[in-house]
């Protein structure tokens, strides 16, 4: 059997190491590339069976048809969301897999960290320290004991954070369009969650639903002084909303490792360079904001499973009839595949 060729769109040095390690299956051959995959790399693909990419990288109509006309039947998914791909157009031309959960506990935990930084000034006092500033002033927090958080999104991610956030003591109130069934969590409508938070924390696929779950009028029925912590997809915020609750002091802190035009900034150094995004500019620069570079996924247990996971799925699909972690227009649009995942979607 010939040899199964990938082209890796997106390549970071750990990724690579990861992978390297992973691949023990002499029948799949991976050519990394640093580019991501967009209308204007896609001709890298010439010659592949599958392309493997990740959250930023551009998988649209354009790209879909160029991929197919390169000969690439597989487009696989090293993450869990899939907001990047036009899955409607790729259905019945181009078959996609992706990584349901590499390491749930990776993400709820960095959340939790996000806020303990931010409510403990954790950030401030270690650059203060560094200069042998020992001063406390201006480093006053509060007890998250009691607080009341708002979780949105309970699926793996969002229920390790609840167990995280009940171990502190914090009341948990949750939403989500499907409830965890046979579950102890006390679920309210969205706007009784935003009326009710003391910290909301987002832990949800981005969908055109939700596109812009916190917008002006949302913010309006939000505490004053709530804080925000988004580690899912970055688009769930109106940015320029968020800088105007954080000036008019409707919004007390944000914790983002995400953003919703990350794209071309993150996971990239441009410590040398002048930055032209205004709005993540004025973010950074606020001291109630804690920026971090989508790396919540980022720990030595969640790259190994995503290295197996994608291996695994790209074998059984060239191997197999089955396609266990496939996803297509209509697993997500009407939860009505007729393969019910037994099979290859199409």
Known sequence: ??????????????????????????????????????EDTVKLSEGYDVVCVFVNDTVSKNVIDSLCNNGVKLIALRCAGYNNVDIEHAFGKIHIVR???????????????????????????????????????????FDLHGKTVGVVGTGKIGRIFIDICRGFGMNVIAYDKFPA??????????????????????????????????????????KKGVILINTSRGALIDSAALVEGIKDRKIGAACLDVYEEESDVFFHDYSGHIVDDDTLARLISM????????????????????????????????????????????????????QAHKAKCF
Request: proline share 3%; hydrophobic share 35%.
């Open 1 to 38: 059997m010939s040899k199964i060729r990938v082209a890796f769109y997106d390549a970071k040095e750990y990724d690579i190491n990861s992978f390297e390690k992973a691949n023990n299956e002499s029948e799949i051959e991976i050519s990394y590339f640093e580019t991501k995959l967009n």
């Open 99 to 141: 990584v349901p959960a590499y390491s749930p506990y990776a993400v709820a935990e960095h959340a939790m960290a996000l806020l303990l930084t931010s409510v403990r000034r954790i950030h401030k006092a270690y650059n203060r320290t560094k200069d042998f500033n020992f001063s406390l002033s201006g480093l006053t927090g």
């Open 181 to 222: 069934k046979d579950s102890d969590i006390e679920y309210v409508e969205l706007e009784a969650l935003f009326e009710r938070s003391d910290i909301i924390s987002f832990h949800c696929p981005l969908t055109d639903e939700n596109r812009h779950m916190v917008n002006p009028e949302s913010i309006e029925k939000m």
């Open 287 to 338: 001291p109630n904001v804690i920026v971090t570079s989508h790396q919540a996924f980022l720990t030595n247990e969640a790259l190994s499973n995503i290295a197996d996971v994608t291996l695994s799925n790209i074998s059984e699909f060239f191997n197999n009839d089955t396609c266990s972690n496939e996803i297509c227009y209509n697993c997500v649009k009407a939860s009505s595949c007729a």
